[in-house]
């Protein structure tokens, strides 16, 4: 279609058929005709004008505060000093104008959708738009964009963001496909996922006692392990996901964590009548308030937990396990167990001594 060639006045473009197919609630000239010019029309051309996936303007170009905007029957193009021209369309166009447009928090679009791999993103001055057939449209900004950018963006293992970040009580929270993202001034940003995602989630995700990760997942091992602001998340294969907290949890540090002779926690700290019990691939710690937290072993757990446990006479362990001379002994409230390579385990409560058959233990080394 030609354009007319009038020297010193923007080119008109004659559309004697846009009255068909425009936006019905959109300006209309009473001939029918929309202009374009200067940087606007430069990118309109080069996205194949007309004939384009654009199709044709539906209005004039609307100038404030700086910012030029021009609608398109298939999308809408905005142009500043600062960012130059740019066109969104489809769902980005529908989700960016719900956030406000370049009013919005997201300002102006700095550069043009590009697709790759069934994924379309757009930069915007303070955020990133991305779609996807499987997820829709979603936007991510601040902190939570520089760590998902941190961690690989959509090529990386969170995958897509699959809904809108979500404020309050001071956390922000985002979901991807394989992973959560969370924000708060006290913790800045951290992504969780996987196994200690969802036990996460179980235990009240920032809700719950655990608050807000602190930091990210770190693998070394085998082992994957997850800090928040009042516990701690491990898995392995072997193990499993859990937590530890409170004074269970800075005793288990103190004992060398993971890496120390307790190993991996394999459950969960269970409370009952005042006592909390967690178990760990090689012993249990046990706490009250009266007692504090300690950990029983070897030989002398297993003894413990076969025939007395602590609702027993002898009550808690109330400190480590003291090893002198080839014998190992831990005091409880009301006795103590000692064990040696040529008697076992042996019961001592309150001055009497008992090794009966279903005391004994096997002879074997206290932290066997």
């Keep these: 279609m030609a354009a007319e060639g009038v020297p010193g006045v923007p080119e008109r473009l004659q559309l004697p058929s846009v009255r068909e197919q425009r936006d019905p609630v959109a300006p209309e000239r009473r001939d029918g005709t ?26 004039d170009e609307v100038r404030a505060g700086g910012v030029s905007r021009q609608e398109f029957q298939n999308g809408t193009a905005y142009w500043s000093a600062a960012t130059g021209p740019s066109v969104i369309n489809g ?29 379309s993103r757009q930069e915007f001055q ?68 996987g196994a200690i995602r969802s036990l996460y989630n179980s235990e009240g995700g920032p809700s719950g006692y655990l608050g807000l990760p602190v930091g990210p997942e770190v693998r070394a091992g085998g082992v994957s392990r997850q800090e928040f ?32 002779y307790l190993g991996l926690p394999v459950g969960p700290e269970v409370r009952a009548g005042g006592v909390s019990r967690q178990e760990f691939q090689n012993g249990t710690a046990y706490w009250s308030a009266p007692t504090g937290a300690a950990l029983i072993n070897g030989a002398i757990r297993a003894t413990y937990q076969a ?29 103590t167990m000692t064990w040696t390579a040529k008697t076992g385990v042996t019961v001592t409560l309150q001055a009497t001594t008992r090794t009966p058959a279903a005391v004994q233990s096997p002879t074997t080394s206290p932290a066997s």
């Design 34 to 59: 929309a202009f374009i010019n200067g940087a606007i029309r430069s990118l309109y051309g080069s996205e194949g004008g007309p004939s384009g996936y654009l199709g044709f303007p539906i209005g």
């Design 126 to 193: 303070n955020g990133t738009a991305y779609w996807s057939a499987a997820t829709g449209p979603s936007v991510i900004n601040g902190a939570i964009r520089s760590l998902y950018n941190s961690e690989g963006g959509p090529s990386g293992y969170l995958g897509l963001p699959v809904g809108p970040e979500v404020r309050a009580g001071g956390v922000s929270r985002q979901e991807f496909q394989n992973g959560t993202a969370y924000w708060s001034a006290a913790t800045g940003p951290s992504v969780i996922n």
């Design 307 to 335: 025939n007395w446990g602590p609702s027993s006479a002898l009550g808690l362990p109330i400190g480590p396990e003291v090893r002198s001379n080839g014998s190992a002994t831990q005091r409880f409230e009301h006795g």
């Design 91 to 119: 769902a980005i166009r529908s989700l960016y104008n719900s956030e406000g447009g370049p009013s919005g928090y997201l300002g102006l679009p700095v550069g043009p959708e590009v697709r790759a791999g069934g994924v």
């Design 229 to 260: 602001q009042n516990g701690t998340a491990y898995w392995s294969a072997a193990t499993g996901p859990s937590v530890i907290n409170g004074a269970i949890r800075s005793l288990y540090n103190s004992e060398g964590g993971p890496s120390g």
